[in-house]
Structures are given as C-alpha cells and as structure tokens.
C-alpha cells in the first residue's frame, strides 16, 4: 500500500525507481506498487540495511549503472549469485524495449568477480563494444544490451560513488 507524500512520487522497493503517483506499477521493473511502492522522501542519501540477527552496517555491492537509455541512472546491485537481464517483466533487471530479448542475459557471481553471459538473445549482448558469448567483468566496462549500455561497477568503485559530495 503507498501513501502521499509531497508530491506523492513513489520509489519502488525492488529497483529504487521513482514512479509518478498515478502509476500502479514501476517502469523499470514492473513490479506492482501497490504492494511495494514505498512514498519518496526529499533526503540527500538513503541507507538500505539488511534484514536479519547480524545486520550491521550494509557493505558495498558490485553494481550495473544504466549510462544510457531510457533509464540512464538507474542502479542495479549485483546481489544474487545469479541476476538475470531482459524484457521479461520477472527479470532482475527488466529493460522494457524491443531490442531487448525477453531473456537476453545473465550476470552471475565467478570465481575472481562477475562474468556476464548472453543466454541466446536475438540482438546480442557487448562488452566494451565487442558481441560476447560470456566475458568476465571489470571495473568500468559497459555492457551493451539492445539500447541499453551499462557500466559494470566494483564494490570498491560503488562506495567511492556513493560517497561523492553532493554540490
């Protein structure tokens, strides 16, 4: 359930995307908001803690920062061993366009970090503009999926962002 705030834009609890209040599910997800739209707040920096008995400070993530296309600045963080990429609106990072395959790729948890890996897309899947079956991921690549290109981001590089001074 959300409620009005402000202007009543709401923020959706899945993907942090602000969403006017008349819509009823997140553009960027399409999750629904009635259950998890949350009303957004006018603050400079917002924490996200963890759930559960040893929850202390929240430690940086690896993360995918959407550099262009119609989500430019959108964040996705990297937390499950495998995060799916697509059309499909139950994917991990849905990117609701027709270049996109409904499962286009995947981003999964490897041995020295994360790798990047096209699931049979129409379309293809790039990194630093070159179309890969699978390709390890580092620090500042950009992923190309249909229209969208996004910059693969380390934890370290994440908390440095984050961190940034806001003028």
């Known amino acids: 359930m959300s409620n009005d705030q402000g202007d009543g834009s709401l923020r959706c609890s899945r993907c942090d995307h602000i969403s006017s209040p008349a819509s009823s599910y997140c553009a960027s997800c399409?999750?629904?908001l009635a259950d998890s739209g949350v009303p957004m707040t006018l603050e400079p920096t917002q924490v996200h803690t963890s759930i559960g008995a040893e929850a202390a400070e929240p430690s940086p993530a690896a993360r995918l920062v959407v550099q262009e296309g119609a989500k430019a600045g959108v964040v996705f963080t990297l937390k499950d061993a495998v995060t799916?990429?697509?059309?499909?609106?139950?994917?991990?990072i849905f990117l609701s366009d027709l270049t996109v395959s409904r499962r286009h790729a995947e981003v999964m948890i490897s041995e020295s970090g994360f790798e990047v890996r096209d699931v049979g897309s129409l379309n293809g899947t790039y990194v630093n503009r070159q179309r890969v079956d699978s390709a390890q991921l580092q620090n500042g690549d950009v992923v190309q999926v249909g229209r969208f290109k996004l910059e693969y981001q380390t934890p370290e590089q994440s908390a440095a962002s984050t961190q940034m001074p806001l003028n």
């Open 30 to 32: 399409g999750v629904d």
């Open 84 to 92: 799916t990429v697509g059309r499909h609106p139950e994917s991990d």
